[in-house]
């Protein structure tokens, strides 16, 4: 620390001035604030311990982050389980494509049945804008509430329908509408407890949503097996409608709320290092989803046995666990950009280099395990480095624009790559080259956002 940053002890509170360019300090505060020369972050240090010993709580912009704590790790815990239960659950869809596309669908070719998943991905990102309007001005419970019902809701109609609109409306619409009401309040509320282990409690959280891609294939081949379709998707849902229920008792926000701002910010849009990043994300999107839509089918077509392909969608989202909490927790020490770049540049690399030559078992358990591993990466990573270039105030709703504007591109991403899968004669090789230069693409963009926060190439950003 300089001269100029001592102070002596008596005070409760070291202050820690960083400016933009420097790379030390506590993280957020050296790329939150627009066009201010400096930006103050406050370590407190709480003295009420035995033996002088103390907990730290970081403030940025008049906010105090705990880091630690009851409220903060169950908010963590109650993410954790929701994204579990839904987001886990739209990454296990290529059990659904697989499953429709050989029973109640298929007389339907691949690119409209993966309409459906596509459609759950894009009402999920699409309600990002609204939702995270409303949790800046109104928190998580509400919502988390409204998002359980919807759950439920969705799955008893999609245990009943038997039409392709049907599942349209039940499985596409709505539980998207579900995903996206009980996976951004979470998200948002972490950020509002940690600072400087943002990134890493998000990880931990994200990675729910790689376990239930885990054990949602599993669980879901052997219920449609045992006891049928529609009795294994009513059961799964009022088994994860009760832990919703308890996630949203966990879930908590310490930010200020206000009335309800504009669903998209000028100022956002204008700001070049969010811009940057999204237009980074939209190529990435693009792609991204594709492995986990048709990595089931493209087992199915090197004549696997069938259970085995349910596990190589299992293998891809295991490789998401791991994915999304170490790279998070290394991200906070030297910098998220710094991480979420090569994580989406790698993970379009393994498409092109280990998926396209994959035809045996062993080389598709590898793929889906790389390809989880670095997506997983970059699925976590993204939103904490939107909270880093955002005011506490305007968390949840910059992290809803993310979502809302890449939508689009994952609405368009499974369609595609089944048209190609057709055009192409059932040849995989154009749909994989699709996804893994859309997601390579997209990395570039991202380091140019990295490079308007701060052009030099080590810094800590």
């Known amino acids: 620390m300089s001269d100029n940053e001592k102070v002596p002890y008596n005070p409760p509170a070291l202050c820690l001035f960083v400016d933009e360019e420097s790379s030390i300090g506590p993280h957020d505060a050296s790329v939150v604030g627009h066009g201010a020369p400096h930006t103050v972050a406050t370590l407190s240090e709480d003295s009420t311990h035995t033996g ?130 009980l996976f951004y309040p979470p998200i948002a509320s972490i950020s509002t407890h940690f600072s400087r282990y943002r990134a890493t409690a998000i990880g931990i959280a994200v990675a729910g949503s790689s376990v239930g891609g885990v054990v949602y294939p599993i669980i879901f081949q052997r219920l449609f097996e045992h006891i049928g379709f529609a009795w294994g998707v009513r059961i799964s849902g009022l088994a994860s409608g009760v832990a919703c229920i308890a996630a949203t008792m966990m879930v908590t926000s310490l930010s200020r709320q206000k009335k309800p701002g504009p669903y998209f910010d000028v100022k956002t849009i204008t700001d070049l290092r969010f811009a940057l990043l999204a237009a980074g994300s939209c190529f990435v999107a693009l792609g991204l989803f594709v492995p986990f839509f048709y990595i089931v089918e493209y087992a199915g077509h ?84 939107v909270a880093q270039i955002s005011d506490i105030g305007q968390i949840g709703t910059r992290i809803g624009m993310l979502y809302s504007i890449i939508s689009f591109p994952s609405l368009l991403g499974g369609p595609t790559a089944g048209a190609l899968l057709a055009r192409y004669r059932g040849s995989f090789s154009p749909m994989i080259i699709f996804a893994g230069t859309s997601i390579m693409v997209g990395s570039l963009f991202i380091l140019a956002s990295k490079f308007a926060i701060n052009k030099r190439i080590l810094a800590r950003v």
């Not at 690399?349 to 078992?361: G, P, Q, R, T």
């Open 52 to 181: 002088g010993g103390g907990t730290q709580q970081l403030s940025c912009d008049g906010h105090q982050y705990p880091e630690h704590g009851w409220k903060a790790n169950l908010t963590v815990l109650g993410a954790f389980i929701a994204l579990f239960c839904t987001f886990g659950q739209t990454n296990a869809f290529g059990t659904f494509q697989a499953w429709y596309a050989a029973h109640q669908l298929r007389h339907m070719p691949a690119s409209t049945i993966s309409w459906i998943g596509s459609l759950q991905l894009w009402t999920f990102f699409f309600s990002g804008a609204a939702v995270g309007r409303l949790f800046d001005a109104y928190g998580p419970t509400s919502l988390m509430i409204a998002g359980t019902a919807c759950y439920l809701a969705s799955m008893v109609f999609t245990s009943i329908s038997n039409r392709y609109y049907q599942y349209i409306l039940s499985q596409g619409i709505l539980f998207g509408l579900s995903v996206g009401l």
């Open 302 to 385: 090197l004549s696997l046995p069938n259970h085995m392909s349910f596990y190589v969608l299992a293998v891809m989202n295991a490789g998401g666990v791991l994915g999304r909490i170490a790279p998070a927790y290394i991200s906070d020490n030297i910098g998220r950009f710094n991480l979420l770049v090569p994580s989406a540049f790698l993970a379009g690399l393994s498409c092109v280099v280990v998926w396209l030559f994959a035809k045996s078992l062993g080389s598709v358990m590898l793929f889906s395990s790389l390809y989880g591993f670095f997506s997983g990466a970059f699925i976590s990573l993204v939103t904490p480095c």
